[in-house]
């Protein structure tokens, strides 16, 4: 693999080759990499249609990179390392030979099933390692897999198995969570129900339940794999091929398929993989997210795999049986790299420090955290406690579009300062710039983040809608990617990301577009109208408030019935990330004279800031807003 950035100087000279000559860049950082044909073209590219696309011409299939490439030097080497949630269970380590032959099989699998190259083949999973095995021997066949996070209500995953139409659906029985069993198979059943393009489940058995298996539809993914070859050719994949959908909110309603391709994403999230974790050969690294997001894809399985490294795939969550179930794997396995969100920092520090103190973690090097602002306290309490001062913290800011970090200190190299996603890796050119798109240069700014070149791992895509795709990333500014955030460059040209600018939230480190919400919303018989905003949150960092406008308040109902009703509808139709933590029942929204929500209003109030709401001149009725003040105070 290419020489890693070790130096502050070589990063700013390698920065500068990145600016000046982009193709060549990328072109050197793909020569690491098995192709079965090498590309014509390096990059071709317009931000108007959009069109990117890298490598054209180029032939290859990522898992030939992930294990052929290496098995020379890898094969006994732990690939996955799985921690269940139950520490008392024993855990599975799968060396790279080992994953190679369940990719393989499984993937032979798919193959008895009709999957072809190009077929979308949906997963709902909990964390177990056949996750991982499903979408690898996906990747393996040319199916393009479409992760649906294992929280997401049946509603929710019936619109994204809709939307890709996919032939297969990949599950277990049911899943583990701290204390909690979630039945898995009975929200496939009731998704799948609604969805006409689906042939076949396979179902892995973790929790034992008992679970309905449907004649000629339903098969037990042990029983599939059983005396079936692991002889298995891979599929070549052209560079610009599928490789998955996974889907994310946006600020209108319906969910988004963005979608990645295969040469580009592959380069992108193995270099960004080496060089922001400055991984070394035989370090153990553990990422918590679920593989459900996008941090899962890029940095639990296709970066650090593609990089050879060991990566740690975990089951549970972080206060089960306690709250220092992290640091204990930490110690148990010795881990070298440790990846996690500021929300997850949060709420082990309001648990206290006797859970981290007499952990042995001297193998930590270096802390990651990704998916939302983190304040300087917990920013501090990380660096302190958990890497006692000695481990560099790398704040890494990117998005599921981008496929992979974006801006984010180099481990050791950057200098950091708490909050602060420092600067942008090789190869990326951000800039800012006002409503107007005029780029404010120079440093001590403020304003929106756009990108202003592609990048390899950058959305190809919105699955089945690229008009969609060019609206909301390439019209808001000309010639420019927009991401969605503000952001301020500060006096040494740091950045420091400051949350959406659209009507996105971020609660614990998920996004949800307040739309989506709504709509859920909107589905109670009562509810007329409803607006969401996103409000301060000790923990999750935002919280969901949503105000709702309600008809027939008679006697037979209360606003607490209402409420919580509201909230089992949302529970029911997205699932449980989206409950509100708020719902106040007001008889108006603050609109303005065109019908406009007028939503900085409701932000305040949410935030519990009753003054200063600037120019309310368009404001159509000045006394929904006082009614909605004193309401808001009782509550
Ligand atoms: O607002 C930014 C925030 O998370 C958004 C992307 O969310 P998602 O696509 O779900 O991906 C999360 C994991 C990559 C961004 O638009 N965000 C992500 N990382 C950071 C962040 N905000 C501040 N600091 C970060 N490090």
Redesign the pocket.
């Known amino acids: 693999m290419a020489v890693k950035i070790k130096t502050l100087s070589g990063y700013f000279h390698e920065y500068q080759k990145s600016i000046v000559k982009t193709e060549d860049f990328w072109q050197q950082q793909a020569e690491d990499f098995y192709w079965r044909k090498k590309c014509d073209c390096v990059l071709d590219w317009n931000f108007k249609e959009p069109k990117i696309e890298w490598f054209k011409g180029g032939k290859l299939n990522i898992t030939e990179n992930i294990f052929e490439r290496q098995m020379f030097i890898r094969k006994d080497q732990a690939a996955i390392i799985w921690e269940p949630n139950d520490p008392k269970e024993e855990g599975v380590t799968l060396s790279y030979s080992e994953l190679f032959y369940k990719v393989k099989q499984f993937a032979n699998v798919l193959l008895s099933k009709g999957v072809k190259k190009g077929d979308r083949v949906a997963l709902y999973m909990p964390m177990i390692p056949e996750l991982a095995i499903a979408m690898l021997a996906c990747a393996r066949i040319g199916a393009i897999h479409s992760i649906i996070f294992a929280g997401f209500s049946s509603t929710a995953l019936a619109d994204r198995i809709i939307d890709a139409q996919a032939k297969v659906v990949i599950a277990s029985d049911g899943g583990f969570r701290g204390n909690k069993t979630t039945p898995i198979k009975t929200i496939v059943d009731e998704a799948v129900g609604k969805c006409d393009s689906v042939e076949t489940l396979i179902i892995k058995k973790r929790t034992g339940d008992q679970v309905l298996m449907k004649e000629g539809r339903d098969f037990w993914w042990d029983e599939l794999c059983e005396n079936v070859s692991a002889e298995n050719e891979a599929e070549v994949m052209d560079a610009e091929d599928p490789l998955f959908i996974l889907y ?1 909110s946006g600020s209108t309603g319906q969910p988004k398929g963005v979608l990645h391709t295969t040469g580009g994403y592959m380069v992108y999230s193995s270099y960004t993989f080496r060089n922001v974790f400055q991984y070394s050969q035989g370090d153990v690294y553990f990422c918590s997210a679920d593989i459900g ?3 899962g894809h890029s940095y639990i399985v296709y970066g650090p795999l593609l990089s050879g490294a060991t990566t740690l795939m975990f089951e549970g969550i972080p206060t089960f049986p306690d709250a220092g179930r992290f640091w204990d794997i930490v110690e148990k396995h010795q881990v070298n790299q440790f990846y996690t969100a500021p929300t997850a920092i949060r709420a082990l520090m309001a648990e206290g420090n006797e859970f981290v103190e007499n952990k042995k973690m001297k193998s930590l090097k270096v802390l990651g ?6 304040n300087e306290e917990a920013w501090h309490w990380y660096h302190d406690h958990v890497g006692k001062g000695r481990c560099p913290i790398v ?8 496929g992979g970090i974006m801006i ?1 200190p180099i481990a050791g190299v950057t200098p950091t300062k708490p909050s602060y ?1 420092t600067l942008p890796l090789p190869g990326i050119h951000p800039i800012i710039v006002d409503a107007e798109g005029k780029e404010l240069k120079g440093n001590s700014v403020e304003g929106n983040l756009c990108i202003k070149a592609p990048w390899p791992g950058m959305a190809r895509t919105i699955y089945g809608d690229h008009e969609r795709f060019r609206q909301t990333y390439f019209s808001t500014y000309q010639n420019l990617y927009f ?3 503000g952001v301020r460059r500060d006096e040494d040209g740091y950045y420091r ?1 400051l ?2 600018v659209d009507d ?1 939230i ?1 609660v614990s ?3 949800m577009g307040t739309a989506e919400v709504e709509n859920a919303i909107n589905e109670h018989p009562r509810v007329v109208e409803s607006a969401v905003v996103g409000f301060p949150h000790h923990i999750k960092g935002q919280g969901i408030f949503a105000f709702a406008v309600c008809n027939d308040m008679d006697e037979t109902v209360t606003e607490e019935g209402i409420i919580q009703s509201i909230k089992v509808g949302v529970n029911n139709i997205i699932g449980p990330i989206a409950r509100p933590d708020k719902i106040l029942i007001v008889s108006g929204l603050p609109k303005t004279r065109s019908g406009k929500i007028m939503r900085r209003i409701l932000r305040k109030i949410a935030a519990g800031d009753f003054e200063n709401f600037g120019d309310t001149s368009t404001l159509l009725d000045p006394a929904v807003v006082e009614e909605i003040i004193n309401k808001s105070k009782i509550h």
């Open positions: 994310t997001w996008i941090t955290t990704v998916g939302e602002p983190i704040d890494t800011w990117w998005q599921t579009e981008t984010s996603a991401t969605g955030d990301i949350g959406r996105v971020n480190g998920h996004r």
